[in-house]
C-alpha cells in the first residue's frame, strides 16, 4: 500500500543535494496517513515512571562554540530554541546573538512574552511576540525557515503567531539562491487546528521524526495526526510502548516512527484489608 506520509518525506528530500541539511521541522505528517498497525503489536500498557531531572541545561550554537560565534539576529528572527521533549533533560540551541546586547530568552516557560510555543518546542524571539499580528488558519505562513549550504545552518524568520490551541504544518518549499551564490531551500509553515479525528483501531495516532546529533542528543518532532478513542492513550515519546519504527532517511540521520493507541492501564478495583468504605 503506498503510504502518504512515506511519499510526503521524500518529496521533502527529493532535489535537495547531500550538503543541505533539511530542518527537523519539514518533517511533518501532509494529507491523510493511511498505515496499518500489524496485528501481533503487543498491546502492553503504558509503564509511567517517575525520573529525577538532570541537573545542568545544556546548551548548543548552532554555529561555533560560543555566543561571540553566532551571527547578528534579523529582524523576527529566532534566536533560541529550546527543546522539552525529553523533560529529564531539556536543551537549548542559541541560533544568534539580539543586537543591542540584549540577551535572548532562556526561559523554560511560554510565560516570558518572547516565546512561540509549538509542542514541545519554544521557539525564542528578540522582539516581544505581542507585536506580532495574528496568524490565520491554512493561509498566512507563521514562519520560514531557510537552509544553507555553505553553512549547513537555518535561520528562522516568524512573521505571525499561531491562534491558541494549534499547530503547525509545512505548508511548501521553494528554492532560493543565497547571498554567496548557492542554491537553498525556504520552508514555510502555516497555522491549523488541532486534528480532532478519532483514530480508527489499527491506524497510528503520532508521527515521531528522530534526529541523532553529533552532541549525542535525540531531536525529536512529534505529531499528533489524530485523536485515540476513549480508554486509550497515544504515547507520548518514540521508545514508549505502541510504537513502531518506519522509514529512516541515512543522508538525513533521520529515523521515522508511528505511534499507535494503546489501552490504558485499568484502575486498580481491590482494596486494602481495613479500607472504610
Known amino acids: 500500500m503506498q503510504v502518504l506520509a512515506t511519499l510526503f518525506l521524500a518529496s521533502v528530500l527529493g532535489g535537495v543535494r547531500g550538503v543541505i541539511r533539511t530542518p527537523l521541522e519539514a518533517f511533518r505528517p501532509s494529507g491523510e496517513i493511511h498505515l496499518r498497525r500489524p496485528d501481533k503489536l503487543p498491546l502492553l500498557p503504558h509503564k509511567r515512571t517517575t525520573i529525577q531531572a538532570k541537573s545542568g541545561l545544556k546548551i548548543l550554537y548552532q554555529i561555533g562554540v560560543s555566543e561571540e560565534d553566532l551571527p547578528d539576529c534579523r529582524s523576527r528572527q529566532v534566536c533560541s530554541k529550546v527543546d522539552l521533549y525529553d523533560t529529564t533533560q531539556p536543551w537549548i540551541e542559541r541560533k544568534c546573538r539580539c543586537l543591542g546586547h540584549k540577551p535572548c530568552s532562556s526561559d523554560l ?12 518546542t519554544l521557539y525564542k524571539t528578540c522582539e516581544p511576540i505581542k507585536r506580532l499580528p495574528k496568524c490565520r488558519y491554512f493561509k498566512d505562513a507563521a514562519w520560514t525557515i531557510y537552509s544553507f549550504p ?128
Open 109 to 120: 516557560s511560554a510565560d516570558d512574552n518572547h516565546t512561540l510555543a509549538d509542542k514541545t
Open 150 to 277: 555553505d553553512t549547513n545552518a537555518t535561520q528562522q524568520i516568524v512573521n505571525c503567531h499561531c491562534p491558541k490551541a494549534s499547530m503547525t504544518y509545512l505548508l511548501k518549499k521553494l528554492s532560493y539562491t543565497t547571498p554567496s551564490g548557492e542554491l537553498g531551500n525556504q520552508y514555510q509553515f502555516a497555522c491549523s487546528p488541532q486534528s480532532r479525528l478519532r483514530c480508527s483501531r489499527k491506524e497510528p495516532c503520532k508521527l515521531f521524526s528522530v534526529r541523532r546529533r553529533h552532541e549525542q542528543i535525540d531531536e525529536v518532532n512529534a505529531s499528533t495526526i489524530c485523536q485515540c478513542p476513549r480508554d486509550h492513550t497515544c504515547p507520548r515519546h518514540h521508545t514508549e510502548p505502541g510504537v513502531l519504527p518506519g522509514v529512516t532517511y541515512a543522508a538525513e540521520d533521520i529515523r521515522t516512527y508511528h505511534g499507535y493507541c494503546m489501552p490504558e492501564p485499568a484502575l486498580d478495583t481491590y482494596r486494602f484489608v481495613g479500607e472504610k468504605d
